[in-house]
Structures are given as structure tokens and as C-alpha cells.
């Protein structure tokens, strides 16, 4: 059974079928966050059998169609082409002649549309696409492999700077090495919470997405991937109210993840030998009420206090009450064990 939340902080029609559900990208990657809000948002589609390839390399044509969209730039189709290897009849000719007039990319007799493309390069093109001036900023981050007087180091000193990108263990950046799908939504989804901020319908239809998932698992195991959704909900939920604190949907989700947040912590009480009926029960009512204040608070929620109530007593019958007292001996099987005894 599939269960919709209605998070709407307006009133719209969506599909049920929510971005980001990559079959190579479970909710343990790093990835997971930025290509299901890249994909969200149509900056990136993922493939036919349901994949997204995160560690694909991007070349050069890939990356401006990723950019442009990413930036909200129209993919126009102009006259001018400086490019010969770039023909009226190929599928990257609008993105490439958009960027091109908009000084993304340089004129140049070719512009290698096949070739892979390396951070440096990715970094500069999407950052010109955002109309940013590094230049502009008083620019301080080094690390050991970042050459200061590169054509490129202004770039990294800013993405730097705004966390867009973050060295490794070694203090490295890797300037020169080739861009991966998944790195590249990684880049894309801090530069835009850095910038203008994050699409906050966006970031609540992909909360829905993991609460809608707890609720059909209805919690059955504590297993990592339950821990997983929960994680990726606060995240989603809280990055969305760091703009709109007050408003009432996002509220309301918070108080539906904290329910469900009981419901797990009746959950291992009745896991526990022997468990505890009267904590598990306290639980169990917090989880109803927090319910109820969620709906309270955004009506259009009144599914889940159902779903909710109908895990809690699933739960409540499933725990058995453990008697102290001796079972009195079963006279038909000790008649029968004694009677073979005597043959």
C-alpha cells in the first residue's frame, strides 16, 4: 500500500513517482542527498535500468547541459557556432552555443564535446554560469596541491571558502582529476545551499519520500536503512526551515518524524527481554501525541495519526505478557510419554 503526506506549502498537482529512487545509490551513499535533489529539481535523469552511474566521468558536453540546467540558463538555439565540431544536429548543440554566448566557455575553433572534463574545468564553467567573480571575494583557503597563480585557483579558493567543496585527509583537491556524475550533484547541490538556498518544496517532498517509506515499513526491524531514512529526514526537513522556521508544513513534518521516533523507541522496549509494558505504552501515547499535533498543525496530515495509531497497535498486540507463574503439567502428554514408556 503506498501512503502520500501532502506536504505542500502550496496547493499543486505531483506525480507519485518521486525523483532520486537510483537502485546504485542506496540511502548509505554520500551521494544520496545531492542527486535525489538534483534529480528533483531536472538537473540531472538517471538511466533506463533505474540507475544513476554516480562514478561515470562527464565529458565536456554532459557537464554543460548539468551547468546550464543547474543555473536556469534556456538552452536557446543560436546561429552562432564558433565551434566546428559542434553540428546544428547533435543533441548538446543548444547547450553549448547557449554557454558559449553567455561566456561560459571561450571561442575556440573546437570544443571537444566528447573529451572528459576535470574539476578545474567543471568548477570554472559552473561558477561562470552563476555569474559569480571569484575575483570579488577576499579568498584565503590553500591546500597542499592547489597552485595559487593557476588559472584555476581562484575558483577553488571560493568553492573552498563557501564549503562547495572540501579537501580530503591529506589537505588535497585534486585539481586535475575527471569529474564523476555523483561528484559533480555533490558541487552542484552546495553551491546552490550556499547561494540563493535550497528549493524548500523540494527538500519536503524528499523527506515525504523517507517518511512514506518508514510508514510501509511500519518500523518491522531497527535495521541501518531505518536509521538511514531518519537521518535523511531531519536533514531535508531541517535544511528547509532554516529559511522558513515558522511555517507550518515544515513544523508539522518535524513532529512527524519525532513520532516515528517513538514508535522506534517502543519498538526496541519490546524487543527487550523481558520488555517493559509501561514504557513501551509511554512511548507508544508520545508517538500518537506528537501525531496528533502534527495534524493539528497541517491538517492535510490526518493519514498519518491513522497509519501511526495502526503501527502502535500492531506493537502493542505483538508483545507478549510474561507470566511468573509455573504452567501446570499437560496430563494428555504425560499419559502418552507414559504409555510409551511401558511398550
Do not use: C
Not at 87 to 106: K, N
Amino acid at each position: 500500500m503506498r501512503f502520500f503526506i501532502v506536504f505542500y506549502l502550496i496547493l499543486s498537482s505531483w506525480s507519485s513517482a518521486l525523483a532520486g529512487d537510483f537502485q546504485d545509490i542506496p540511502r548509505s551513499s554520500d551521494w544520496y542527498i545531492s542527486t535525489a535533489y538534483a534529480s528533483e529539481i531536472g538537473i540531472f535523469s538517471g538511466y533506463e535500468d533505474g540507475s544513476f552511474k554516480p562514478n561515470r566521468i562527464l565529458n565536456r558536453a554532459e557537464a554543460l547541459k548539468i551547468i546550464t540546467r543547474a543555473a536556469k540558463i534556456p538552452a536557446d538555439i543560436h546561429p552562432a557556432n564558433p565551434f566546428e565540431d559542434v553540428r546544428r544536429d547533435q543533441w548538446f548543440y543548444s547547450y553549448v552555443t547557449a554557454a558559449f554566448h553567455r561566456g561560459i566557455i571561450s571561442k575556440n575553433t573546437e570544443f571537444s564535446p566528447g573529451r572528459s572534463v576535470n574539476k578545474a574545468e567543471f568548477l570554472k564553467m559552473l561558477i561562470k554560469a552563476f555569474q559569480i567573480d571569484p575575483e570579488q571575494y577576499e579568498l584565503q583557503a590553500k591546500t597542499d596541491d592547489l597552485d595559487i597563480d593557476a588559472w584555476y585557483a581562484p575558483y577553488f579558493q571560493f568553492a573552498l571558502q563557501y564549503e562547495i567543496i572540501t579537501v580530503d585527509t591529506e589537505n588535497l583537491i585534486y585539481p586535475a582529476e575527471y569529474i564523476s556524475r555523483g561528484d559533480a550533484a555533490d558541487i552542484i547541490f552546495f553551491l546552490l545551499k550556499s547561494g540563493e538556498g535550497l528549493d524548500a518544496q523540494t527538500l519536503l517532498l524528499l523527506a515525504e519520500k523517507e517518511i512514506i517509506f518508514l510508514l510501509e515499513s511500519e518500523i518491522k526491524t531497527l535495521s541501518p536503512e531505518i536509521a538511514q531514512a531518519f537521518e535523511k529526514a531531519h536533514f531535508f526537513v531541517n535544511t528547509a526551515g532554516e529559511n522558513l522556521p515558522e511555517n507550518k508544513v515544515i513544523r508539522a513534518a518535524k513532529k512527524t518524524i519525532q513520532s516515528l521516533e517513538s514508535i522506534v523507541q517502543a519498538k526496541k522496549i519490546s524487543t527487550t527481554i523481558p520488555p517493559d509494558p509501561e514504557e513501551m505504552q509511554k512511548a507508544l501515547e508520545n508517538a500518537e501525541f506528537l501525531a496528533t499535533q502534527a495534524v493539528e498543525i497541517n491538517p492535510h496530515q490526518s493519514e498519518i495519526l491513522t497509519q501511526i495509531k495502526g503501527i502502535a497497535t500492531t506493537i502493542r498486540e505483538g508483545l507478549v505478557p510474561i507470566s511468573d507463574e509455573i504452567p501446570e503439567e499437560d496430563e494428555d502428554e504425560t499419559d502418552s510419554s507414559a504409555e510409551t514408556t511401558n511398550k
